[in-house]
């Protein structure tokens, strides 16, 4: 039996996203900035997943803007925004993904804007009162760029009273929204952020195919030159079929939220009870049992001979899972964002995240490895 629990890394695709993708690899083949027929249904096609975007965010289509994943629009959200708002200062956490994070560093070593940042607890909550300080003391206009979800421990931030902090001092708000889009419903009308995102294949979705939301309330240049695709705002010629899998990942996702959800939170549950059933000097890690991503398990053993290449000895039994950030595996460091919130190095922290097509059965296996891996006869605790 194989088991996979790292869908916070990616997710299979979905048999119907293949379905709607398929007619676009194969005969609706036009580009999209083309006069002729062909060009014009492919192009219909995009306007189409642009307004089904919009439909479940709340939002106008022509602030939907097709990237390709991530970090392109993390980066496009906060170098432009830099430049668009002519901030001087940015605030985020250490606890941000790197595409998040690198790209603030950057924009600091080159006396674009100035790095700074909100202090997390040991639950990897960000400490909205000290968020609130720096918003008062720093000149405005001042950018943001906080995640709502975490990816490595599940922590969510409460994206509302964010934005509202936001507002009153007139700062610029990106929320890194990649791990909770299809997770969390969004209303843009009610939580006023200047830019969220989304990357399909967080949700059953392909990769290389994203978006990111720009309110019409700021104007940004683009961070791409060259056509004039996305209306100026993204040149290349268009990935048609991510778009169209895109756009159908979504509906999926949100059509069946509360079903995928309760299953999902059901899994969770059901995991979190066999762990602390059979493994006493288990810990969790992250804000588990409060504000948390429910597809997101972060779990610290003791670090001792048996839990030492743990997630190696998993693989083996064909039960795949992280220690982090799947884009940060070739890294010989260790998880800045464990590393943040004060897990030391007497833990073996290993991540274990959830979609709607995981099984009990393979929560079951999952335990039963752990179990041989780690045998009762040897205290962890």
């Known amino acids: 039996m194989r088991v996979y629990f790292d869908n916070a890394a990616t997710t299979p695709l979905a048999p119907e996203v293949i379905d709607a993708m398929l007619p676009f690899m194969q005969t609706h083949f036009g580009n999209p900035s083309a ?5 014009r249904e492919t192009r219909a096609a995009i306007e189409k997943a642009r307004k089904t975007i919009a439909k479940y965010l709340n939002c106008s289509p022509g602030e939907i803007f097709f990237t390709s994943g991530g970090t392109e629009s993390s980066n496009f959200a906060i170098r432009r925004g830099v430049e668009a708002s002519g901030a001087k200062h940015i605030i985020t956490s250490p606890i941000e993904h790197h595409c998040v994070l690198h790209t603030v560093e950057e924009l600091d070593k080159s006396g674009k804007a100035k790095a700074h940042y909100v202090k997390v ?4 909550r960000f400490d909205l009162n000290h968020l609130e300080e720096m918003l ?3 000149e405005a206009p001042v950018m943001v760029s906080l995640m709502h979800a975490n ?3 599940g922590t969510m931030m409460d994206i509302d009273a964010v934005a509202d902090l936001c507002s009153r001092y007139n700062a610029i708000l990106h929320t890194d929204t990649v791990q909770s889009m299809c997770h969390h419903w969004f209303d843009l009308q009610k939580t006023k952020v200047s830019m969220l995102q989304g990357s399909g294949h967080k949700f059953h979705g392909p990769k290389g195919a994203g978006f990111i939301y720009i309110s019409s309330r700021i104007k940004l240049h683009p961070l791409l030159y060259g056509g004039a695709q996305e209306r100026n705002m993204r040149a290349g010629t268009e990935n048609v079929y991510g778009i169209i899998g895109l756009a159908k990942a979504m509906e999926l996702a949100y059509e069946h ?10 899994l969770r ?5 066999q762990l602390k059933e059979n493994f006493p000097g288990l810990t969790f890690n992250g804000d588990y049992d409060g504000r948390y991503l429910f597809t997101v398990l972060n779990c610290a053993f003791p ?3 048996k839990t030492e290449l743990l997630l190696f000895n998993l693989d083996v039994a064909g039960v ?8 940060s595996s070739g890294s010989d460091k260790g998880s800045h964002v464990l590393e943040a919130i004060g897990c030391g190095d007497d833990k073996v922290c290993i991540r274990f995240s959830f979609s709607d097509y995981n099984t009990t059965d393979e929560v079951d296996y999952a335990i039963s490895k752990l179990k041989e891996l780690i045998p009762q006869t040897v205290s962890i605790t």
């Not at 006069?35 to 060009?39: D, K, L, M, Q």
């Open 136 to 138: 008062k003391s720093l």
């Open 303 to 305: 670090h001792n001979e």
């Open 257 to 266: 939220f509360d079903e995928n959800k309760n299953k999902i939170e059901s």
């Open 121 to 124: 607890d040991s639950k990897g």
């Open 151 to 153: 990816n490595e421990i």
């Open 320 to 327: 795949a899972a992280s220690s982090g950030s799947a884009c």
């Open 269 to 273: 549950k059901y995991f979190m009870e």
């Open 35 to 39: 006069i002729h027929s062909f060009g």
